[in-house]
Each structure stands twice: as C-alpha cells, then as structure tokens.
C-alpha cells in the first residue's frame, strides 16, 4: 500500500511538474464571489486566492487567468497552532504577499476565530 501512494505522489508530481508548498505566509479573509479562476463562489465555500506572485508563476500559467493550471487544485492550508483546513484554488489575493492566502471565512473559521483577522506564520501545499 505504501509503495503504491508514493507511486501515485511521484507521478502526480511529475504531471504537475513539482509539488508546490509555502510557509511564513499570512492567512486573511474575504468575500467570495467571481474568483478570477472563473468560478463563482459564496463564503460557505472552501475557497482560498492565491498570491499573484504564486500563481502567475506557477508552472503553464498563461494570459488567460481562467485558464491557470493552479485552478480548482486542492491545497491544505496549516495555521501556527498546527490546524489544517483543504480548500479549493479559485481566486487570486492581488493584495497577499508572496506565500500569503485569502480564505472564505467558512475556512479562515477552520484554522481560528474571524476575530483574529490574520494569522501568521501559515503553511500550505498544494495536494
């Protein structure tokens, strides 16, 4: 079983090209809606916007945002405290620095309080 899951994790990387994984980032929220993935979104989602930085650089992005290869991937994204919560790739945070995220408050909600606003030191990966 275990030869067979790093199989499958060997060649989704090869597919893909590499695995992508950040740490150090901040974790925000906001309002969902028409993300530039194209897909429209409401803030019961599990949806993060990714750093312009990352994801017009991620491996085949192109002019066309709708179009982005990171689109509708699964990330998991790790707060300080060690929570985790997977969430959908559909937007992109103009405002996020590099390695930093934007969630719909139902997943902000997984990692901490809406309260908190922004969490540092964040992780997250791209599955």
């Given at each position: 079983m275990r030869?067979?899951?790093v199989l499958l994790a060997a060649l989704s990387a090869a597919t893909f090209g590499y695995a992508q994984s950040m740490s150090g980032g901040d974790a925000?929220?906001?309002s969902a809606g028409l993300g530039s993935c194209g897909f429209f979104n409401t803030d019961a989602d599990f949806i993060v916007a990714?750093?312009?930085?990352t994801i017009t650089s991620f491996p085949?992005?192109?002019a066309n945002p709708n179009a982005n290869p990171m689109c509708g991937r699964q990330m998991v994204v790790?707060?300080?405290?060690?929570?985790?919560v997977t969430v959908t790739v559909?937007?992109?945070c103009p405002g996020c620095a590099p390695g930093s995220v934007d969630l719909t408050p139902t997943a902000f909600q997984q990692l901490a309080s809406l309260d908190v606003g922004r969490l540092h030191?964040?992780?997250w990966t791209l599955v």
């Open positions: 030869f067979s899951a925000t929220f906001y990714v750093d312009v930085a085949g992005a192109g790790t707060g300080p405290d060690g929570k985790s559909a937007d992109t030191g964040i992780s």
